[in-house]
């Protein structure tokens, strides 16, 4: 028997060891399924519920594993589907590829069913690589150059195959005229820029007294590099969302996350430093670095197009962190470790402090930030972790620490709902020998967690450490927009956008094999915990969580709180609560301990 295209499509998949397409069925894909059936499902077919949470699922994958993560779907409303998990990958920089199907080549421009112009709805999403295959000998060019885009450019590439096309007897490209050959793999490259430009950089690090580094998914691998950094320069290291597990929250001058879920010390750090080191991070929020002036400033990044911007920076470096930061190294002077570097450890011990003291705060019926926070002693030296949109991306931000082997994610840039279930779904199938937890708000878990809780009860058996927790913050409220709106606009909560249906979550993971438990009491969160760390499946942890738990962000302004006033008076549905809550809170910040509040105009704590 002859090969067909969608044959090939498959063994090329399987050459470039890619082991699992996370996916959903359709007819603009039928040829590419009949062939899964030829190969006995190898690359492994994932099935997701809904083609945007396989598009999430590629992502987890990519992200927790480093390798490509790939998906499929139908033509039309498939791709469609697909579309907001593929901006997710492109926003947060990880290489997915999307195969997609199409309409039959003969139907073409016909107004056809389910026609809809993929080359010009993708051409943003894979601005770097979207072809469409319409004759055989494309390939393997295609399918190659899709592969190696999305690693190179750390991007979303997509390869459509009209459905006609799949079936096609495969005939590879010749040694001829039009004829574009093609070949597998890629060497793995980590530049380092010239000497001229380290020296600059060290000129500016040198200079300084009070350093400050910033770090961002980038320099993953570069741990030790940026540890020895921060040891010779006394330096502070705050980290970028998705960096944030870059580097161990154990050490002292670590100051955790920054930015508007981030820590007090990391805002501290960037508001006193004279120098700044940025290193593989696009953390896209200027008003958190020090002002323009303060500091001489140098940047580290992979990527020509992503340097430069966020900071007028002096010293824009293109290189690897790893192999930047070694050669970086040797001309760097050491400092002594003065003022600068206790200040920054006594602000990050001040923090914990506070966040354990804010987690001990009683609400009705539970703290969310109790919720979190009680699973630092608990989590596995090698868990998994994800964070919804939502408020739970503040816990996960200022409570969790991370330490040893850990991972964790979530939708940095796109910062869509969702994500939260099907990113520690592709997880487990990058790692199944490792527990993965995934923190989602209600809203998030019924806009998509609840159905993906189905694709989990499908393939837990097929994981070796079966733990996938799923923990649900469970506060009737779409909580962090009511937030923003208090804090923004002073508006009350709008109960018709903002209110939700409560739902059983654990009885519906009961419901469908996995397990669960709700949990109404502060007295229950650690048994629930330790039950669910403990369950030989999947489990599902419905915490009644209260909405008047505010996330104070770290340089919450005169202004905002006056916002938020301005809803309590307009009458807000529940600003008892919610002022009892916000008062508890900050009085926790005045505890003793906090004798250095800041007295700085604007930097209200
Ligand atoms: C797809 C998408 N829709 C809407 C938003 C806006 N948004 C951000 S957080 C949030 C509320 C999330 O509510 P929930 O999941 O219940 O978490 P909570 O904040 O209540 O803990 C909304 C609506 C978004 N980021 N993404
Ligand atoms: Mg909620």
Known sequence: MSMKVSDYVLQRLREWDVEHVFAYAGDGINGLLAAWGRAENKPRFVQARHEEMAAFEAVGYAKFSGKVGVCAATSGPGAIHLLNGLYDAKLDHVPVVAIVGQTNRSAMGGSYQQEVDLLSLYKDVAADFCEMVTVPEQLPNVIDRAIRTAYGKRTVTAVIIPADVQELDYSPPTHAFKMVPSSLGMSSSAPVPGEADLLRAAEVLNAGEKVAVLVGQGARGAQAEVVQLADLLGAGVAKALLGKDVLSDELPYVTGSIGLLGTRPSYELMQDCDTLLVIGSSFPYTQFLPDFGQARAVQIDLDPFMVGLRYPFEVNLVGDAAGTLRALLPHLKRKKHGSWRKTVEKNTARWWEVMQRRAAVDADPINPEYVVHALNDLLPHDVMLSAD????????????????????????????????????????????DRPAIALVGDGAMQMNGMAELITAAKYWRDWQDRRLIVAVLNNQDLNQVTWEMRAMSGAPQFLPSQALPDVPYADFARSIGLDGVRVEKPEGVLDAWQQALAADRPFVIDFRTDPAVPPIPPHATLDQIEAATAAIVHGDSDRTAMVRQGIKAKVQEMLPGHRHRDDRPGAED
């Open 389 to 432: 949109s939502g408020s739970s991306a503040n816990w996960y931000a200022r409570h969790l620490r991370m330490r040893g082997e850990m991972r964790g994610s979530l939708s940095g840039t796109l910062a869509t709902m969702g994500p939260g279930v099907p990113y520690v779904i592709g997880a487990k199938f990058a790692h199944p």
